[in-house]
């Protein structure tokens, strides 16, 4: 089962982060794409106030958030923070999370970052995920990666993955990125796997324009303080526009639908993002 990935979504969307610095997530339920990163040329400071909401049948309610996050670069460093309140099931809970994205060389950059919610039983107690990069062909346009992860819940149960997956990025205006994420979670050492593709289209700094499919199973899924869904599919589709109003600032708007066996929910992002 996911818990996005924290390199970085933390917004329901795919993409809807930097690409750069795709944000850390608290959100569990989708597999996350690996980060359509690579090393800013240039000093990076940025901020990105977002909002969500959330719409699910079945009587569990509506989700909404309000998430604040932050890049800042210095030598080969990228720092990532974000914060987020969120009200999921009808109870309020807050998520922070910390990452640094590390550029070894022309070639290797790698990530590594760590979260925790407050308690509230949808959010991590802990979570930590890393993942190495390696830049392909004449042209380093191809990045591939591999990842693993550990996510905590407050219920007990605990999910441990390995992911794999590539992201090409054509001269422009195309980017294409898959991934796989196979997953144990205990107790009950409950094994599943998911996939995703996504397309990107646009140019950085104008419009980049991103769609999503993410399928396959999950472990658990907590839809209570005392309840939870083990080892069953999901589908999630997804559509994300980033638009700069100018070269250092922008607005992000994106949609989303998801289902499982027990509710389908179907939301809107939307979000301001500055380039200090």
Not at 53 to 82: I, M, P
Not at 210 to 237: C, H, I, K, M
């Amino acid at each position: 089962m996911l818990k996005p990935i924290l390199l970085f979504p933390l917004c329901f969307l795919a993409c809807a982060a930097p690409a750069f610095a795709q944000p850390l997530s608290s959100h569990q339920e989708t597999a996350v794409s690996a980060p359509l990163v690579q090393a800013p040329a240039e000093p990076l400071r940025s901020l990105e106030l977002s909002t969500g909401a959330q719409s699910l049948t079945g009587g569990y309610g509506n989700w909404n958030d309000v998430t604040l996050r932050g890049a800042y670069g210095v030598s080969r460093h990228v720092f990532q923070a974000e914060a987020s309140v969120q009200r999921r099931f009808n109870e309020d809970g807050a998520f922070i999370g910390l990452g640094d994205t590390y550029t070894f060389n022309e070639d290797w950059y790698g990530s590594l970052a760590v979260g925790a919610g407050d308690g509230a039983f949808y959010l991590p107690r802990f979570r930590a995920d890393a993942t190495l990069y390696r830049k392909f062909l004449p042209g380093r346009n191809l990045v591939g990666n591999v990842g693993i992860g550990y996510y905590k819940a407050p219920d007990g149960h605990s999910d441990r993955s390995v992911s794999v997956g590539a992201a090409y990025y054509f001269e422009s205006p195309w980017i294409i990125e898959g991934g796989v994420r196979l997953n144990s979670s205990n107790p009950g050492s409950v094994q599943t796997q998911q996939q995703f593709a996504a397309v990107t289209y646009g140019r950085d700094k104008q419009d980049l324009i991103t769609a999503r499919y993410a399928w396959g199973g999950e472990g658990y899924l907590a839809t209570g303080p005392n309840t939870q869904l083990v080892n069953f599919d999901s589908r999630e589709a997804s559509i994300a526009w980033r638009h700069w109003l100018n070269p250092r600032t922008g607005i992000l708007v994106g949609a989303n639908r998801y289902s499982n066996p027990l509710y389908r929910r179907t939301g809107l992002n939307v979000g301001i993002f500055h380039n200090f």
